[in-house]
T-cell receptor, first 116, second 115 residues
Framework: AQSVAQPEDQVNVAEGNPLTVKCTYSVSGNPYLFWYVQYPNRGLQFLLKYITGDNLVKGSYGFEAEFNKSQTSFHLKKPSALVSDSALYFCAVRESGYSSASKIIFGSGTRLSIRP | SQTIHQWPATLVQPVGSPLSLECTVEGTSNPNLYWYRQAAGRGLQLLFYSIGIDQISSEVPQNLSASRPQDRQFILSSKKLLLSDSGFYLC??????????????FGDGTRLSIL
């Protein structure tokens, strides 16, 4: 069965420093991976996705994610953190197998806190 | 462009009262629609999904039901609310028949408190 794991409940970074939010996945077949961000009392916003091709995927707000097949990881990164990046981040994987339902399985979330 | 609307934004209801939360999508046709519940600002639990009008699948047995009377309208209901129904309810849509890589797009949610 497919799953994603976000091993860190909380990540704290100083403004201007690089940030990494970790995600590992388990799928059968080709992985379709996503990152979302959630600000307080808001819905999830789509940041980026990996389908195939380049292992470095660029997304919104200067974020990027590195796909590593051998380590089954899809870590979210940003070269220079902003205080406004503070939010809850979710990694997600598309459910395997063809289905018209397009269900996505979400990780438990990582709270990113950027200190000024 | 596509937009998704959820209302109300917040709701306080007594135990045993009925519930109706509505979600509508604009700018797309024949979307997949989803209802999630998020507890304590953490993980998402998929409650229901729909691939078409009157086609509803339930992911977990519970006190809630869903309906899709129109292509871009998705309703979450309950006849009698329980304290355990409190939470943040999110509606989402995804494009159908455009490949397996389609992301889901979320509304801003309804925060439901049961007293």
């Amino acid at each position: 069965a497919q799953s994603v794991a976000q091993p860190e409940d909380q990540v704290n970074v100083a403004e201007g420093n690089p940030l990494t939010v970790k995600c590992t996945y388990s799928v059968s077949g080709n992985p379709y991976l996503f990152w979302y961000v959630q600000y307080p009392n808001r819905g999830l916003q789509f940041l980026l996705k990996y389908i195939t091709g380049d292992n470095l995927v660029k997304g919104s707000y200067g974020f990027e994610a590195e796909f590593n097949k051998s380590q089954t990881s899809f870590h979210l990164k940003k070269p220079s953190a902003l205080v406004s990046d503070s939010a809850l981040y979710f990694c997600a994987v598309r459910e395997s197998g063809y289905s018209s339902a397009s269900k996505i399985i979400f990780g438990s979330g990582t709270r990113l806190s950027i200190r000024p | 462009s596509q937009t998704i609307h959820q209302w109300p934004a917040t709701l306080v209801q007594p135990v045993g009262s009925p519930l109706s939360l509505e979600c509508t999508v604009e700018g797309t046709s024949n979307p997949n629609l989803y209802w999630y519940r998020q507890a304590a600002g953490r993980g998402l639990q998929l409650l229901f999904y729909s691939i078409g009008i009157d086609q509803i699948s339930s992911e977990v047995p519970q006190n809630l039901s869903a309906s899709r009377p129109q292509d871009r309208q998705f309703i979450l209901s309950s006849k009698k609310l329980l304290l355990s129904d409190s939470g943040f309810y999110l509606c989402a849509w995804a494009a159908r028949n455009r490949g397996q890589d389609q992301p889901q797009h979320f509304g801003d949610g309804t925060r439901l408190s049961i007293l």
